[in-house]
């Protein structure tokens, strides 16, 4: 946010403008840009989806729309979700009803005030980012539970209620193993996470130490349950419940839904390659390799890799019945996570 108030400084008579429209307006901007480029890349992503899926299954996918491999496809598909009629229930709780996607999208979108894109490529570095990603991700559950609930339908209220009991379930884990990172580090601050991973690869917290190694594993497979992943899409589980909390939602507020998973997949993945890959730094060392690839940019590519990897497992793997996931999280990941950050605090107090 620094560089677009730096940009916004060049604009005539911006200095007379009132102190409340020059302290919002770059974070307006920023908020603008975010949605924007988070848009693109969400179509990309649900393009390259349906092509791995149709690779791992030996068929093609979308090919005629666009041209080159159906890179349309999916424009033509948010255009025409955009344009279907926004049908609400008449026994639903319309005011509930209507706010819910929109809750549900904010959650994902606040969390990328903090993620750390470049050295300076950050909306806002606050000393308590850690903690903010683990309080702000908690408001989706807030908006799904209000869609299954107002949607007075009972799909959609299994739906919510499952998902709330999975998302409020792995958080435990997954803040547990996040923790191990922050002790090594030392502080809560997304960025200063990132430049102590500085130095190539074999800086970086995935390969430190054997407990954030197993750590990294165990926030991947619980922020797969936290955005109803497969094999943790029970929610949404299709042979069951229809289609989720969303089952009765049409439109621009669906896609609204379909959004903010897609966000949330770049969040967990974000979040993972900040605190274990290293953020935006260089995987080789040294002066001369890091100029090789801007921070952005790499930042980008070890985020795509992870959501290939969660698009990979989608295919792959079956859904999980309810008690199975509810074991895994509460008798596996949970007791793993505490082994894990008691590790990572003696190597603080005892290896240094």
């Known amino acids: ?43 990309f992503l649900v393009w390259l989806e349906r092509k791995v899926s149709a690779h791992m299954q030996d068929r093609l996918g979308p090919m005629y729309v666009g041209g080159w491999h159906g890179w349309a496809q999916t424009i033509a598909d948010a255009i025409k979700l955009l344009l279907k009629e926004d049908i609400v229930p008449e026994l639903a709780d319309r ?4 706010m819910a996607p929109f809750i549900v999208f904010l959650g994902a979108f606040a969390a990328f005030v903090v993620i750390p894109f470049g050295a300076s490529s950050i909306v806002s570095d606050l000393n308590i ?8 991700g908690s408001l989706a559950v807030v908006g799904i539970m209000m869609a299954g609930w107002a949607s007075n339908s009972k799909y959609s209220l299994y739906g919510g209620m499952r998902s709330v009991a999975q998302i409020v379930s792995y958080e435990i884990p997954a803040a547990i193993a996040i923790m191990t990172v922050v002790i090594l580090a030392g502080s809560l601050s997304m960025q200063d996470i990132v430049n102590a991973q500085k130095g190539g690869i074999q800086r970086w917290f995935l390969f430190r130490n054997p407990f954030t190694f197993l750590a990294f594993f165990v926030y991947f497979i619980a922020s797969l349950a936290e955005v109803n992943r497969t094999p943790f899409d029970i929610p949404e589980a299709e042979s069951e419940l229809v289609a989720g909390y969303h089952t009765e939602y049409s439109g621009m507020r669906f896609a609204f839904f379909f959004l903010a998973e897609y966000a949330n997949m770049i969040v967990v993945a974000g979040v993972a390659t900040t605190l274990f890959l290293g953020g935006w730094t260089q995987v080789l060392p040294g002066t001369v390799a890091g100029q090789l690839v801007p921070g952005p940019i790499m930042f980008f590519l070890k985020v795509m890799a992870l959501i290939f990897v969660q698009m990979w497992l989608r295919w792959s793997l ?3 019945r309810v008690d199975q996931l509810m074991y895994l999280c509460w008798k596996v990941l949970l007791p793993a996570s505490f082994i894990l950050v008691a590790g990572a605090g003696w190597l603080a107090v005892y290896w240094k």
């Open 1 to 43: 946010m620094e560089s677009i108030a730096q940009l916004l400084q060049l604009i005539p008579k911006y200095d007379v403008l009132p102190a409340l429209v020059r302290a919002s307006l770059p974070m307006l901007v920023s908020a603008i840009v975010i949605f924007a480029l988070l848009s693109l890349v969400v179509l």
């Open 95 to 98: 005011v509930l009803f209507k």
């Open 129 to 136: 980012g850690v903690l903010y990603i683990l309080a702000i």
């Open 318 to 320: 079956p859904r999980l």
